[in-house]
């Protein structure tokens, strides 16, 4: 497609929204975001950045609105088919002229939403991945993506993860766990067709369980962001989908180092019933 990214090749710059870091280029424009007009028949994936299983999940509601049509679900690529509403720069801000019902993604805190999804009942998946796993992630894509910046942008993974957690009891979420659809992806499969009212055979079904497996979407272009321009992600460096293998810290964390950041977990997250598994 028509990528507009000359202004994601330079390093972001970054600007608090509420106490939470986000890169310039939302926080300029935050007020048209927190205005964007939710409708009741969206569907909205939300996660923190670099949670894995975002862009599986994002590619299984294609394949389940399509019916399993492999070629319906690779005419364009993923960012266009399902955009990131706060994101107006990469690709073209989509989202506000697509056709109803809209599939729109997310990396916004559970504070940070715009008030319309609440208003409007919209139904959402939050995806949530170990914190781990999710900083060696991280770590590789601002290899790969110099514009990138340190720290982390979207604010801390604790207050997000959790944040989200709170809310589900009181709105339509369904809340994921990448682990879980690592392990049993038919399962978790199964759990977003009930949340969404939808069935499908059972031919369908493997069919998506294959098409959307890590090896598979590795090799897609329209889903590993390889027909991006070579200025935004150096593939050389590290690729966009990488390993997607839970537990792969342990390949890049110090026995010291990990126990320094379980200390840290256990205070960050006292007090909430929320839990991750760091391996499967």
Known sequence: GNWEYKNFTQKQEVKEINGVLMIKGISDDWESIWNFQAKPNDLLIASYTRSGKHKEIIEIVDMIQNDGDV?????ANICVRQP???LKLFPPFLAMKMPSPRTLKTH????????????QNTKI???????????VSYYHLSRAVSMLPRPVFWGSWYDHVKGWWNKKDKHPILYLFYEDMKENPKQEIGKILKFLEMDL???ILNKIIYHTSFDIMKQNPTANYTDIPAGLIDHSISSFI??????DWKNHF????????DEDYKKKMAGTTLT?????
Do not use: H
Not at 125 to 134: E, F, M
Not at 242 to 247: A, D, E, I, N, V
Not at 254 to 261: A, C, I, L, Y
């Open 71 to 75: 070629k319906k679900c690779q005419q």
């Open 84 to 86: 990131q509403f706060e």
């Open 108 to 119: 916004l805190p559970v504070q940070l939403l715009p008030p319309s999804f609440w208003k």
């Open 125 to 135: 998946i939050y995806v949530a991945r170990n914190a781990k796993d999710v900083v």
């Open 201 to 203: 055979s059972e031919e």
């Open 242 to 247: 990488r390993k997607g293998m839970p537990g």
């Open 254 to 261: 110090t026995v010291s180092q990990s126990e320094k950041f």
């Open 276 to 280: 991750s598994r760091t391996e499967i």
